[in-house]
C-alpha cells in the first residue's frame, strides 16, 4: 500500500508558499540583479571566486540572455525554485 507523503511547512504558511511566479519574473530577476550588485560591493576581491562567478551569473543581462535562448513562450512551467551552481576550479 502506498503512503502518503505529509508536507510539513518548517516557515511561512501554506498559501504564501505555494504563489508561484510566471518563468522569468521580473520581481525575481530584479531581486536576483540586486543580490548580484551586492555581491560585488561586498565581495570585490579576488579572494572569493566563487561568489564572483555566482554574482555574474545571477546579473540581470545574463538571467534576460537565459529567457530569450530557453523560454518558450507556448509552454510554462514551473521549477521547484531551487538554484544549484558549481563554479569551475580552473
Do not use: W
Amino acid at each position: 500500500m502506498r503512503q502518503k507523503r505529509k508536507i510539513e511547512y518548517l516557515v511561512g504558511k501554506n498559501s504564501k508558499l505555494n504563489r508561484t511566479f510566471e518563468p522569468f519574473n521580473l520581481l525575481v530577476i530584479n531581486f536576483l540583479d540586486d543580490f548580484s550588485k551586492s555581491l560585488d560591493n561586498k565581495f570585490n576581491n579576488q579572494k572569493y571566486p566563487d561568489l564572483k562567478a555566482l554574482s555574474f551569473f545571477c546579473r540581470k543581462k545574463n538571467i534576460l540572455n537565459l529567457k530569450d535562448k530557453h523560454f518558450n513562450h507556448g509552454t510554462v512551467r514551473f521549477g521547484l525554485g531551487l538554484l544549484f551552481h558549481i563554479t569551475p576550479s580552473n
